[in-house]
C-alpha cells in the first residue's frame, strides 16, 4: 500500500535553526536545517516525514589527488643519484645502521637539493653535515668533526654533501664507510630526468649540452606541460646562450692603467 504523507491546510511550516541564529547565510558549513509542520488542531508538531530516496549535503568537495609527477629538481637530482650508485649501495644506505657516507656533488647549487633527497629517500635516521663554503673558524670546524664522532659511536649513521669534499669534518672524512660522486648529468641522465618529469620517453640529446650548466640552468628548463622535445630545445637555447656570454666576458679588452 502507498503511504501517504498528511500535510493539513491548517498547517504552519517552522524551519528549526540553531540557537541564537536568525540569518540563515550565517549557519555554519554541515548545519542541516530541518522544517517541521505545526497541527493547531492537534497542538502539536506532526512526526517528521520519512524521506524517500537519498539526499547529499552540499559539503566542499575532497581535494583532488596530487599527481605523483616529481618536480623538476627531484627528477634531476634521482635521475643523476641513481646513475652514479649500484642497488646494493642504495640497499645499504637505506638499511645498515652506523654507516658513515659522503656525497661528492657537481657544484655548491647541488648540496641542498641532494640534502632534500637524500633525506626523504633514505630516512631522517641520517645526521647530514652539508657544506657550501669553508667553515667560519676552525673552532666550528673542530666541533663539528667531534659532533660526528660522537654520533657514530653512538650507533647513528652521518652523511656528509658537500662540492668541495675538503670542507667536510675530518673525523667524517676518515671514517667513511661509502663515498659517492655525483657527476655532472650526461645525455642519459637527463633522457631519464625528463622521461620522470614529463612521464613520457625523452627525445635523443647531444652530451654537449649539458656540460656547461649547472643545475638550476637545467630546472629552468623543466616547465609544467612541456613535452621532451621541448624541454631538449630549452636545454640546448641554455647551453648556447650561456656558451656565447663567456665568449663575449673573454673578448672583452682589459683596461690598462
Not at 57 to 74: F, H, M, N
Not at 176 to 199: C, E, H, M, Q, Y
Amino acid at each position: 500500500m502507498k503511504k501517504t504523507t498528511r500535510r493539513p491546510p491548517s498547517g504552519t511550516v517552522i524551519r528549526m535553526t540553531p540557537k541564537g541564529r536568525d540569518d540563515q547565510h550565517a549557519t555554519p558549513p554541515g548545519t542541516v536545517l530541518i522544517d517541521r509542520v505545526y497541527d493547531r488542531e492537534l497542538g502539536r508538531f506532526e512526526d517528521e516525514p520519512e524521506l524517500e530516496g537519498k539526499f547529499d549535503l552540499d559539503l566542499e568537495e575532497a581535494p583532488p589527488a596530487q599527481s605523483d609527477r616529481p618536480d623538476a629538481v627531484t627528477a634531476i637530482v634521482a635521475a643523476t643519484f641513481e646513475a652514479a650508485t649500484t642497488p646494493e649501495q642504495r640497499r645499504r644506505l637505506r638499511h645498515n645502521q652506523a654507516m658513515c657516507a659522503i656525497v661528492h656533488v657537481p657544484s655548491p647549487a647541488w648540496v641542498l637539493p641532494v640534502s632534500v633527497y637524500f633525506r626523504s629517500d633514505f630516512g631522517e635516521r641520517w645526521i647530514q653535515q652539508t657544506r657550501h663554503a669553508p667553515a667560519p673558524n676552525e673552532k666550528n670546524f673542530s666541533t663539528s668533526s667531534a659532533s660526528v664522532s660522537l654520533a657514530l659511536s653512538a650507533g647513528q649513521s652521518v652523511a656528509g654533501i658537500a662540492a668541495d669534499v675538503s670542507l667536510l669534518p675530518r673525523s667524517l672524512i676518515g671514517a667513511a664507510d661509502l663515498t659517492i660522486r655525483l657527476p655532472p648529468p650526461n645525455a642519459a641522465v637527463l633522457r631519464a630526468a625528463i622521461g620522470r618529469f614529463a612521464k613520457r620517453a625523452s627525445v635523443e640529446i647531444d652530451d654537449a649540452i649539458a656540460a656547461d650548466l649547472d643545475l638550476p640552468d637545467l630546472v629552468a628548463a623543466f616547465r609544467p606541460g612541456a613535452g621532451p622535445a621541448r624541454i631538449v630545445q630549452r636545454l640546448a637555447a641554455a647551453a648556447a646562450a650561456l656558451r656565447l656570454q663567456a665568449e663575449l666576458k673573454q673578448e672583452e679588452p682589459t683596461c690598462s692603467s
